[in-house]
């Protein structure tokens, strides 16, 4: 579930700080969005961005684990009748 963690640090982030700073990396073929934690000059740190590629894989793991979440809650509305 380390798509979970990810997504917690950036709602954390968008809640508590605020809104992300748009980049791209354009150092592949294949560039990519980067979603920026602060105005940095420098991307050797990974904690200070989000890759768009990664915000994806977050998307996928909970399209993924949807049917169980909803059986979760499903369950936990059951028992607090």
Not at 26 to 48: C, H, M, S, Y
Not at 62 to 71: H, I, P, T
């Amino acid at each position: 579930m380390k798509w979970f963690n990810r997504l917690a640090s950036a709602r954390n982030f968008i809640a508590h700080i605020g809104a992300f700073y748009l980049a791209l990396d354009t150092t592949e073929p294949a560039w990519d969005l980067l979603l920026v934690k602060g105005n940095i000059k420098q991307f050797d740190d990974p904690r200070t961005y989000v890759r768009f590629s990664s915000v994806m894989e977050i998307m996928d793991g909970f399209l993924g684990c949807r049917e169980a979440m909803q059986a979760h809650l499903v369950a936990l509305f059951e028992a607090a009748k």
